[in-house]
Each structure stands twice: as structure tokens, then as C-alpha cells.
């Protein structure tokens, strides 16, 4: 039996994130059996989504071969898909649990673990020789051989680790909602952890994709991936005001019971 060093990583990262996002979920009243189950129909709609998602926008990789869609070992699972995935099969759960209020606990205590487990799963990229980037000269560039370069690139041999710069930004980023958590900034269950992380991956992602070589079907300067998180990033932004309202509100009411 062949050792898939890709396949270990990925399996290890999942493994981590997920005791940390445990971790958090039973310290806010989540119990251990929800929990899990609710991790696992994550899971099953991440898979489903990343891998979805790239061969959506990466068919030309498949179209002559199509069992190789089913090559997940090979690399090709995209974050982008996964959270969408992941938050689909986690809103069937909680649908069908008819638990719904526990909603915000526990998409919040999902991103103590998410970023963490993001950032180890971009050791698999670094190994597998792939999400690197633009050709560059700059201290910190990694080689690449040729058999691993993409048509079009074959005569460079130094790239921008995009794996490596996308890896430390999410850990910045889980740093912060450890510091925001330590400090009661949000409240958990408000939701606000979950969004914001997801908005700021958003944000990571539109400009680092301008330093990829295989960015799919590009329009007006953007990808098809770009402009996905655009849409996105506008989606969230609206509930993220909507929420902020829904607080002033909250506050107003209080103020107008008290000098009655």
C-alpha cells in the first residue's frame, strides 16, 4: 500500500482543528455527542464542496480524463469549497437536529480550530509541489522542478510560496480571535467569530490570487474564484451590519426602559 504524505497531512490538520474547535465548543455548553455529530456532517459537505469546487474551476485538468476527478490523494481540494460545503452540511444538521439556536455556538467555536487546521493542511501543498506562485527573485522564493512547473513557466525555476504566505496569515488570523475571545470584545454565540473570520479569509484571498499562476477564467482582470469572494465578502458584510444594528437596537430599548 502506497503512503500519501498529502493525505496524512490533510487527515492530521482535520484531526486538530478539531479538538481545538471541541476544545471550545464543550467550554460553552455544547455537548460532546452534538458536537461531533455536527463536525462530521461538516466534514462530509467540506470534502464534497473543495473537491467540487476546484474541478468546477480547474476542469480543464480533468476533461480528458475524468476518473481523475476521484484522485483526491493527487492535491486539489479548495478552501473556498470546503466552507461552503462545510456550512451546507452543517445547516442540514442543525435543521434536522430541529436544534437551530445552537447555530452561532457552534459556527463560532468551529473557527478556534478552522484556521489552525488550514494552515497545517498548506504543509500537504508545500509537499505536493503546488499553490505556488508568479515567478520571483525575492530571498524567501522555493524551487520548483520541472516536471512540478506549469505550462507556460517551464523556464523558471523560483516561485512565491503562496501556501507559506496564506499558512501564516490564517494563524495571525486565529490569533486574533483567540485575542478577541481573552478580552471579551464578541461574545461567543453571537456569531461575530464566524464572520469575521471568514471575512477576513476572504480578504487574504482576493489579493493573494493575483500572485497565481492558475488562476481559472479571468474577467476584467479577476477570476472566477475573485469574484466569488466579492460576492461573498458583500454577503457578509450585510449581516455583519445587520448584527451590529440589531445590537444598537438592543442597546436604544434599554436606554428608553430606564428613563421611562
Known amino acids: 500500500m502506497q503512503f500519501h504524505w498529502y493525505g496524512f497531512i490533510v487527515g492530521l490538520a482535520t484531526l486538530i482543528g478539531f479538538l481545538l474547535a471541541e476544545k471550545k465548543a464543550l467550554s460553552i455548553g455544547i455537548s460532546e455527542r452534538f458536537f461531533s455529530l455536527g463536525f462530521f456532517w461538516t466534514l462530509v459537505g467540506g470534502i464534497i464542496g473543495a473537491r467540487s469546487w476546484h474541478v468546477w474551476t480547474d476542469f480543464y485538468l480533468y476533461r480528458d480524463n475524468l476518473l481523475d476527478i476521484f484522485y483526491v490523494w493527487q492535491g486539489g481540494l479548495s478552501i473556498l469549497g470546503a466552507i461552503f460545503g462545510g456550512f451546507i452540511g452543517l445547516y442540514l444538521f442543525l435543521f434536522f437536529s430541529k436544534k437551530l439556536i445552537k447555530k452561532n455556538l457552534f459556527l463560532d467555536s468551529v473557527v478556534f480550530g478552522l484556521p489552525v487546521a488550514q494552515s497545517i493542511g498548506r504543509v500537504a501543498n508545500a509537499i505536493n509541489q503546488e499553490l505556488y506562485g508568479l ?16 505550462a507556460g513557466f517551464e523556464e523558471f525555476s523560483h516561485f512565491h510560496p503562496l501556501f507559506l504566505y496564506e499558512g501564516l496569515m490564517v494563524m495571525i488570523g486565529w490569533l486574533i480571535l483567540v485575542f478577541f475571545e481573552k478580552n471579551k470584545r464578541w461574545q461567543l454565540g453571537s456569531g461575530k467569530f464566524f464572520l469575521w473570520y471568514l471575512m477576513y479569509y476572504g480578504i487574504i484571498r482576493f489579493f493573494l490570487d493575483f500572485l497565481r499562476i492558475d488562476r481559472s477564467s479571468v474577467y476584467f482582470g479577476l477570476g472566477v474564484n475573485q469574484w466569488s469572494i466579492l460576492c461573498i465578502e458583500l454577503f457578509l458584510t450585510y449581516f455583519w451590519l445587520r448584527k451590529n444594528n440589531q445590537v444598537l437596537d438592543s442597546c436604544k430599548c434599554n436606554l428608553e426602559k430606564k428613563n421611562v
Open 135 to 150: 515567478p520571483t527573485d525575492l530571498p524567501w522564493k522555493i524551487f520548483i522542478p520541472f516536471e512540478k512547473r506549469l
